[in-house]
């Protein structure tokens, strides 16, 4: 029996708009089935017979696509971060390719869900934080880009007064030097403090309905931008 309903998918940090069955007599366990199922197969690439069978109207090609869409939003705001600039189809494919490999190392524990007092459901997800990005120090972006003009033979006046082709094609050279430098610093990986994220599963017209911002904050944590879990989320702001 299908006892998720597949709605509208809406990929923003990889959050997706699900319902559950309230009628089930094993409600718990279906939700349990699908927070592990949605995570493997978001982050690690692997979509079970389980996850596929919970959710009413979801194949394979339709998890492939939700995986897809979340591996272009972080290669996305990956790129971004690092500083370039104007990503041509080309490094935005290399960048989706490095996400992967990282996402490859994706370490979580998913507890069985609970049904609150409120009639709510709640599972409780544990996160280590990949700390991989940090690996990349500031000098070494400033190097690479140095040595990328250098082999174009451009001095930062050239840069200047380049149209945006030229530009974006020394912005292509910088970007797949870092992506190389970056997929060589996987196997260097390490984790950050464990994150314990509580996803809240909400029940209306007789579905349960994942909150987003659960998944927004664990989207947010399985990558540690700046380490220690941000800086301890920059010293609680």
């Known amino acids: 029996m299908r006892l998720l309903k597949k709605f509208f998918t809406a990929f923003c940090c990889m959050c997706m708009a699900v319902g559950l069955v309230s009628c089930s ?28 069978d919970v959710v009413e109207g979801m194949t394979e090609a339709d998890a492939q ?35 992967a490999e990282i996402y490859s190392y994706a370490k979580y524990s998913v507890k069985p869900a609970e049904k609150l007092s409120s009639g709510d459901l709640a599972v409780e997800v544990t996160v280590s934080p990949i700390e991989i990005i940090p690996l990349v120090t500031d000098d070494q972006l400033m190097q690479m880009w140095e040595d990328v003009k250098q082999q174009a033979g451009v001095t930062d006046e050239d840069l ?14 910088y970007a ?19 994150q314990i994220i509580m ?25 540690d931008y700046n380490g220690s879990y941000m800086q301890q989320v920059n010293e609680t702001v």
């Open 25 to 52: 007599s094993s409600i718990t366990d279906d939700a349990t089935v699908y927070v592990q199922g949605l995570l493997d197969s978001a982050y690690l690439g692997k979509t079970s017979q389980e996850y596929i």
């Open 65 to 99: 696509e939700e995986r897809d869409t979340n591996l272009e939003v972080e290669a996305d705001y990956m790129l971004s971060f690092l500083a370039v600039e104007m990503p041509t189809d080309a490094v935005n494919e290399r960048a989706r390719e490095v996400v």
């Open 160 to 173: 200047m007064m380049m149209s945006d082709e030229e530009y974006q094609a020394i912005d292509e050279q």
């Open 176 to 194: 797949m030097a870092l992506l190389d430098h970056l997929e060589s610093l996987i196997p260097e990986i390490t984790y950050g403090e464990d």
């Open 199 to 223: 996803l809240q599963m909400k029940e209306e017209d007789g579905y349960y309905s994942l909150v987003d911002s659960g998944m927004q904050k664990l989207d947010e944590v399985m990558i």
